[in-house]
């Protein structure tokens, strides 16, 4: 069966750092696009990078372009996601999906809480 697993959240200053992974199975990752997407409470989930399945293209969202850091290893079935310079507005659930666009993904994983704050 399908599943995403996200690690690595937490609590951090304004300022650190975090390293969010997202450990799949069953299904075959390099045929996958994965996104990463969060939501904070009262907002919409929305997208904040992606990593397409052939040629490891990257998109991020402007709020975290130069700061967040997407990559693949295949070879162990996981998406990670490194998160530098932390804000407080980066406070959110994040979630890895099968797909860039949210509504697209058909398998998600359960979420990982970030909260930063001083």
């Known amino acids: 069966q399908v599943q995403l697993v996200e690690s690595g959240g937490g609590s951090v200053q304004p300022g650190g750092s975090l390293r969010l992974s997202c450990a799949t199975s069953?299904?075959?990752?390099?045929?996958?696009?994965i996104g990463w997407f969060r939501q904070a409470p009262g907002k919409e989930r929305e997208v904040v990078s992606c990593i397409s399945s052939t040629d490891g293209i990257t998109y991020y969202a402007d709020s975290v372009e130069g700061r967040f850091t997407i990559s693949r290893d295949n070879a162990k079935n996981t998406v990670y996601l490194q998160m530098n310079s932390l804000k407080p507005e980066d406070t959110a659930v994040y979630y890895c999906?099968?797909?860039?666009?949210?509504?697209?993904?058909?398998?998600w994983g359960q979420g990982t809480q970030v909260t930063v704050s001083s």
């Open positions: 999906a099968t797909d860039c666009l949210k509504d697209y993904a058909v398998f």
């Open positions: 069953g299904f075959t990752l390099d045929y996958y696009d």
